[in-house]
């Protein structure tokens, strides 16, 4: 029973140009989080979607960043444009789906690192 | 003000010791409150979830909260070498976003 998979774990791009990281749910699982950790600042939530529909986007920065969960394939992460202040591990989470009291129980991926040079 | 505060660290123990990790938060909304761990170059995994105030035990693991003093616990017993990580507190308030303090990094030495 594979976990949450986020590829690629290590992504160096260089000022200007676009990151897009993946990321592919637990089985049965259709809630996917998007975290960003840098070491001085922890894990900082910013961006819940189901499939189809973007929940919450509260943490995302309101320019260059998008997230996307089509009814296909992976959670995509993009960032256009970055710049150095960029360079963080970005974790993806899922939980299940359905019914139920929501109990905070996320699971998450390995994390992709993005390195802006 | 943060909404959730979490000493940082690094808290450095001998194995076999008793570590006491804190958190305290602002938001009184919060009602659903868990510790994760993280090792090194991984994801977070969940350790303990609580639901409003009380105590929870599970193994050598203790999670108290205290929502009248907005402070949260985990108290881990006869602590081992493996249980080096960094410990993070985390707090939802029902919805589907969760809040995290920063992390506390522990190393137990052997």
């Known amino acids: 029973n594979a976990g949450v998979m986020q590829n690629p774990r290590h992504l160096v791009r260089r000022r200007g140009q676009e990151a897009r990281l993946r990321c592919s749910p637990m089985?049965?699982?259709?809630?996917v989080y998007w975290y960003r950790q840098l070491p001085e600042e922890g894990l900082k939530f910013m961006v819940y979607l189901q499939k189809e529909n973007i929940i919450d986007e509260s943490g995302m920065p309101k320019e260059r960043f998008s997230a996307e969960f089509p009814k296909e394939g992976p959670s995509i992460l993009r960032i256009q444009q970055v710049v150095r202040g960029d360079s963080a591990a970005y974790f993806c989470a899922s939980s299940p789906s359905g019914t139920g009291k929501f109990t905070g129980e996320l699971f998450f991926g390995e994390g992709s690192r993005l390195t802006v040079l | 003000q943060k909404e959730v505060e979490q000493d940082p660290g690094p808290l450095s123990v001998p194995e076999g010791a008793i570590v006491s990790l804190n958190c305290t938060y602002s938001?009184?909304?919060?009602?659903?409150f868990m510790w994760y761990r993280q090792y090194s170059r991984k994801g977070p995994e969940l350790l303990m979830y609580t639901y409003s105030s009380g105590n929870k035990e599970d193994g050598r693991f203790t999670a108290q909260v205290d929502k009248s003093s907005k402070y949260i616990s985990l108290f881990i017993r006869d602590s081992q070498p493996s249980d080096s990580a960094t410990y993070l507190c985390?707090?939802?308030?029902?919805?589907?976003?969760?809040?995290f303090g920063i992390g506390t990094k522990l190393q137990v030495i052997p």
């Open positions: 938001n009184s909304a919060f009602q659903y």
């Open positions: 985390a707090m939802s308030r029902g919805y589907q976003k969760v809040t």
């Open positions: 089985k049965g699982h259709s809630h």
